[in-house]
């Protein structure tokens, strides 16, 4: 089964640095698309920042300069590296890809959303 998981959230002070992670696991035939999203209590979910499998990037405003994604295609892995963080950063993060691959039975599936469990990032003042 395709599924996908982040790791590095934490604690981490204003104007530090924190780097997430987001890996894609099961058979795998091709992922589009792959994004980091964040909701902070009481907020909706929004896009911080998605990337295609050409490497075109597109970026929240509220985080443009400050953080950076990129992928490895090859390990079907995507970063988010979060340079200068603010409090206001603070939410879930959660990893989005778009997956071409195969499920338990072997049957294809395309353009299947998936999505993480979600990694908490607090930056404290």
């Known amino acids: 089964q395709v599924q996908l998981v982040e790791s590095g959230g934490g604690l981490v002070q204003a104007g530090g640095s924190l780097k997430l992670s987001c890996a894609a696991s099961g058979s795998i035939f091709h992922i589009t698309y792959m994004g980091w999203y964040r909701q902070a209590p009481g907020k909706q979910r929004e896009l911080v920042a998605a990337i295609t499998s050409g490497g075109s990037t597109t970026y929240a405003d509220s985080v443009k300069g400050r953080f950076t994604i990129s992928r490895d295609n090859a390990q079907n892995t995507v970063y988010l590296q979060m340079n200068n963080p603010k409090p206001e950063d603070t939410a879930v993060y959660y990893c989005?890809?778009?997956?071409?691959?195969?499920?338990?039975?072997?049957?294809?599936?395309?353009?299947?959303?998936?999505w993480g469990q979600g990694t908490q990032v607090t930056v404290s003042s």
């Open positions: 989005n890809a778009d997956v071409d691959g195969y499920d338990s039975g072997s049957r294809f599936f395309e353009r299947r959303s998936l």
